[in-house]
């Protein structure tokens, strides 16, 4: 069994019986497309969360100090995660995240680049915005409800897909598409909020 079938298989058991893990809006992932998932981040547990509760094999970009890691540099690559170097322009890991998504494959971001501490959304950087403009993937975005905490509810909700069509035409920018997807995953984290 591949790693990371086993990973997701071991928490789905997790999730489901220590958060009583809630899960919608997975119609809206598309099964054999490219896609662009997209989340807002409030824990170490947000890449596992949304890649058991996926329909689709996620390959995340996590940052490149965790591959330094003598145990995590082997682990990593077997689950699809790639390398980013945080605090510039990483021209490998945007290749990477292009190849994959014009190979048909699904990525997943937080585009905040970091967790929250509060728990509340900020604001995103550049790269989500850059691969939403460049390729003709499926964006999706993804609210992450909290808190982790054992024997409460989580939920993560799957939103529709954002429509860059008008960003695309007039050409706008790598931050303007990240702002759109932003405004999208606070939009699907307040409209669910409450519902638990």
């Not at 981040?41 to 949304?50: A, C, E, F, M, T």
Request: aromatic share 8%; glycine share 10%.
């Amino acid at each position: 069994m591949r790693l990371y079938t086993l990973g997701k298989n071991l928490f789905n058991g997790i999730f489901s019986s220590g958060y009583k893990l809630k899960v919608e809006g997975l119609e809206n992932v598309p099964k054999d497309d490219g896609v662009l998932i997209c989340s807002n981040h409030i824990s170490y547990l947000d890449p596992p969360l949304v890649g058991c509760s996926s329909n689709r094999t996620v390959h995340f970009m996590a940052k490149a100090e965790l591959f330094e890691m003598p145990v995590l540099k082997k682990i990593l690559p077997k689950v699809y995660a790639f390398p980013v170097r945080r605090g510039m322009s990483d021209k490998q890991a945007l290749r990477k995240g292009l190849e994959l998504l014009r190979n048909g494959e699904a990525v997943g971001l937080f585009p905040e680049g970091t967790r929250s501490k509060n728990g509340e959304i900020g604001s995103g950087l550049a790269g989500a915005g850059f691969f939403a403009m460049k390729t003709d993937a499926k964006v999706i975005p993804c609210a992450i409800i909290g808190p982790f905490k054992l024997f409460r509810s989580v939920k993560i909700v799957y939103g529709r897909e954002i429509d860059f069509t008008e960003l695309k035409d007039r050409k706008g920018s790598a931050k303007e598409a990240t702002e759109k997807i932003m405004s999208e995953i606070r939009k699907l984290y307040e409209e669910n909020k409450s519902i638990r």
